[in-house]
């Protein structure tokens, strides 16, 4: 009979303990933007001063909804909405807590350097080799830049070039320095509004541009299993 009990009482107290280690981890989700990098850690670091492991994962920007929708993840906090991850919302919104936005005064659209005489889309013609620099595929700017050259008549003929935020900015870095026209997808807040003179293009058809707000997002339930967790994120 102690044969039985023995074994069973361990397997208890590691069922009990891998319980409690999971109750002080938690998984936050984000895109390697420099954004979303900047504010996970930050949220991550305030979780761990609280005692919490915290488990960070870069995954391209649908992933990221995914896995808080499907609960692989506890929540990330670079929701661009409404336009920018509007798609990702519409897909995922009943399945997913959004907290609030915990920073306002955000854009993304169409960015030029200031040097270049254009003002709006509608004033691009063959600037920049018609050519539009963009970052990675499936992101919310990537899709708005093709909505908006399907409806600017414009930019007919125009190409989006994907590539990586990195390969972005290192494109823009050289059109700058040699005083080159280029024509990027861009966001605010990012350091390139620091070290360049930029401009976001006007968009009257608010296709690719308009004001907005980074929001955090919850996976369902998080408030009742991670309470201190929740509340944390509500507050950011």
Not at 52 to 57: D, F, H, L, R, S
């Amino acid at each position: 009979m102690l044969a039985i009990i023995m074994p069973l009482s361990a397997c208890s107290a590691n069922s009990s303990k891998s319980s409690e280690d999971n109750s002080k981890t938690v998984k936050l989700a984000y895109m390697e933007w420099d954004d979303s990098v900047s504010s996970t850690n930050l949220v991550a670091e305030v979780l761990k001063q609280m005692g919490y492991t915290v488990e960070m994962t870069p995954l391209d920007n649908a992933i990221v909804w995914q896995s808080v929708a499907n609960k692989q993840a506890d929540a990330m906090v670079s929701a661009w909405l409404p336009l920018t991850h509007g798609p990702q919302y519409d897909k995922y919104k009943n399945q997913i807590d959004v907290l609030g936005a915990n920073l306002t005064g955000a854009q993304s659209g169409l960015v030029v350097p200031s040097y270049m005489n254009v003002n709006s889309v509608e004033d691009l013609s063959n600037q920049a080799k018609k050519t539009i620099t963009g970052i990675e595929p499936g992101a919310g700017i990537m899709t708005n830049a093709e909505k908006a050259m399907s409806q600017y008549s414009n930019l007919s003929g125009w190409n989006l070039m994907s590539s990586s935020t990195g390969a972005m900015t290192a494109s823009l870095d050289k059109a700058y320095k040699n005083k080159d026209e280029i024509v990027i997808t861009g966001w605010a807040p990012h350091w390139m509004f620091t070290k360049y003179d930029l401009k976001f293009l006007n968009d009257p058809k608010q296709v690719i541009s308009s004001p907005e707000t980074i929001n955090t997002v919850a996976r369902q339930g998080l408030k009742n299993d991670k309470p201190e967790v929740y509340k944390v994120l509500k507050k950011l």
